[in-house]
């Protein structure tokens, strides 16, 4: 196989008539020999995984903004959409030692640098601002998209993401926040009033407001650069995985080609629109 | 054991028994000591050795995350130290339930029969879960709907159940005779509970209830589901942010610090019973 594909190469290469055949021949090259399965891209995404990163919890249908960059690297990275193949796993799957099911993994996972010691990460292939996820009735109570406004409420977070660390610092909230294991068990509390608003991604609490949330609002974003490091999420791979230059190198591809820009608008374009808190 | 009177010398049997009990104890010690050298050698030799290592025994992980663990641990035993009475008491008003003997109350009895099937049938998560959510789901105002209210309901009412059946074995353990003596006395049923069969049934379930309750302060973990920040939830956050499971090493740690010379104490009062009788 690996031969076949070298020999390939070399016709394509040497006789140069197809430029564009050239360059995927060229890519694929970069990657073969480093993924699980040779010829194969293994990716992993979340279990159920969520609207607008998956639709209908069918990343195989290259719906949402996930699946989409997911096909769009694999293709840069000259896997067709017939040599994707998708797992499951749960955050801690992805970051436990020893060996992975998957070539890389995504799930808006947040680059940070204590991440960054135990697992790699691709450049990132989307920065979100974080907003605030509230219900109809604190609105009515007289909540305002302001800081000294949204202090005092009793505030809710997924524990499983860097939405905690983000609320301490950019909030600061006066009563201790609640933490969840994950979106549906934050937005239960929220129905059960035990919450009054809780920290997302923008794309994920438009999301929740308007599907799952009986009476949700988006109260208001926060401007990406308020945060000491802003909200970019990377493809996760095991530590030390070959694959990343490849994966890197797509991204960049992808980033300059204006395609990632295009899949943002298709899938994320309601993110704008949201008043920004101050 | 023989023990030769003090002063005299040691009979053979004497010697026979200490030479037989110091070959146990180096079999013992030998045995031990292979099987930890074969663990402190063989496990670092694993491929995988390094990276488990670092995921779960990391000590800068360890050193940052360890201050954190032990703050929210004080959630636990607060959560715990509010539960632990409540649940003895109802405990106790749910097997004195099941023991009533006029037929005019005959629905306690069968609260207490159906109350303890449906606590002990279901898994404290579940209970966890359908009353933390559930009840504030109605509607309550603040500060009637806390998770705190509602998850130590669920913890309570689930414990209750398991401390209710063991009070009741207790009260079965006491001899019908006790009972006719009692009123033979002339005390009222009452009064004979209260006096002759409890006093003797809830010395007999010390030590029982005792492990209910080391599992009890394990189970209060459980409450981080539906929102309170205790020690496995902290644990949780400080894993997700470093991607690193060493704070549950420590949390582990942490609860073995109180569980373990918990359970040794349920042990030395269970002995001490047996020795009693």
């Known amino acids: ?278 | 054991m023989t023990l030769s009177p003090k002063g005299a010398a040691p009979t053979r049997r004497a010697l026979y028994e200490s030479r037989l009990r110091r070959r146990a104890t180096l079999i013992a010690a030998g045995s031990t000591t292979a099987i930890v050298l074969a663990i402190v050698i063989l496990v670092p030799l694993a491929p995988g050795w390094a990276a488990v290592k670092k995921s779960f025994f990391n000590g800068p992980v360890f050193a940052k995350t360890f201050p954190g663990l032990l703050d929210a641990f004080l959630m636990d035993i607060a959560i715990f130290a509010w539960c632990a009475p409540l649940i003895a008491i109802s405990g106790l008003a749910i097997a004195l339930c099941r023991d009533v003997r006029n037929p005019v109350l005959f629905p306690l009895r069968a609260f207490g029969a159906l109350y303890t099937d449906i606590f002990r049938g279901l898994p404290v998560i579940l209970v966890i879960y359908l009353i933390g959510f559930g009840i504030p789901g109605l509607g309550l105002p603040r500060p009637w709907n806390s998770p705190y209210i509602w998850g130590s309901l669920a913890l309570i009412l689930t414990y209750a159940a398991y401390v209710a059946e063991v009070i009741r074995s207790g009260i079965d353990s006491i001899h019908q005779s006790q009972r006719a003596a009692a009123q033979s006395l002339g005390l009222s049923d009452t009064d004979t509970m209260r006096y002759v069969i409890l006093p003797q049934a809830l010395r007999n379930v010390v030590p029982a209830n005792m492990n209910l309750f080391i599992a009890l302060q394990k189970d209060v973990a459980l409450l981080s589901f539906i929102g309170p920040v205790e020690i496995f939830r902290q644990a949780g956050v400080y894993k997700s942010l470093m991607a690193n499971f060493t704070p549950y090493v420590g949390a582990a740690l942490i609860f073995l610090a109180v569980t373990i010379p918990a359970t040794r104490y349920a042990d030395y009062l269970m002995n001490r019973q047996r020795a009693r009788r």
């Open chain 1, 1 to 278: 196989m690996k031969s076949l594909t070298l020999a390939l190469c070399a016709i394509t290469v040497s006789v140069g008539t197809a430029p564009g055949l050239a360059l995927a021949a060229g890519h694929e090259s970069c990657a073969s020999g480093k993924t699980r399965t040779d010829g194969v891209l293994i990716i992993a995404t979340g279990n159920p995984a969520y609207y607008p990163w998956v639709a209908d919890n069918k990343p195989e249908s290259g719906k949402g903004y996930e699946a989409a960059i997911a096909y769009a690297v694999a293709q840069e990275m000259g896997f067709d959409k017939d040599k994707v193949k998708w797992v499951r796993t749960s955050f801690d799957e992805a970051i436990q030692p020893g060996a992975k099911n998957f070539d890389f993994n995504m799930q808006q996972f947040s680059i940070t640098p204590e991440r960054q010691e135990m697992v790699d990460f691709s450049l990132p292939y989307y920065t979100s601002a974080m907003a605030v996820l509230t219900t109809q009735s604190v609105v009515d109570n007289g909540v305002e998209p302001t800081m000294d406004s949204i202090k005092g409420l009793i505030w809710g977070a997924d524990a499983n993401t860097t939405a905690v660390p983000m609320l301490m610092q950019i909030v600061g909230p006066t009563k201790d926040p609640m933490l969840y294991s994950d979106n549906t068990d934050v937005t239960a509390a929220m129905q059960a009033g035990q919450i009054d608003a809780a920290l997302f991604d923008l794309p994920t609490a438009l999301y929740l407001a308007a599907v799952v949330l009986d009476g949700g609002v988006v109260l208001g974003q926060f401007p990406a650069d308020r945060a000491e490091n802003p909200d970019q999420f990377g493809l996760l791979m095991e530590k030390g995985n070959p694959l990343k230059e490849c994966v890197d190198d797509a991204i960049t591809a992808l980033t300059e080609s204006g395609e990632i820009a295009k899949i943002e608008a298709r899938w994320l374009q309601e993110a704008t629109g949201v008043p920004v808190i101050q």
